[in-house]
């Protein structure tokens, strides 16, 4: 399990112990999408959830180049992609950090 506590990420092992995930590009993808969403919320039950390609594209744009979401200054998003990009995000973060991608 992931939790964000305090603007820390925090691994919780399945025997309950927790560890900070040291990762600081995350913390930044996290603040930086907090522009977007308002509101970032971890929970693994959104793996499961189907997003479109294009909000992964989204969050790894975010991912690699932080003032991303200062662009898109004059557009604000919708309900629903916001939701999508919630998705994306807990997507992206839980496979960074249980190490299925680079």
Not at 63 to 81: E, H, L, R
């Amino acid at each position: 399990m992931i939790e964000l506590i305090n603007n820390k990420l925090i691994v919780v092992d399945d025997m309950g112990n927790m560890t900070v995930h040291k990762d600081e590009s995350l913390i930044t993808l996290i603040d930086s999408l907090k522009i977007v969403i308002d509101d970032v919320i971890i929970d693994e039950k959104y793996c499961d959830m189907y997003s479109e390609d294009i909000y992964s594209y989204i969050i790894e744009k975010i991912y690699t180049m932080p003032d991303y979401p200062k662009w898109n200054d004059g557009a604000p998003f919708g309900d629903k992609p916001k939701e999508k990009l919630l998705i994306a995000l807990n997507k992206f973060i839980h496979d960074k950090i249980n190490g299925r991608t680079e």
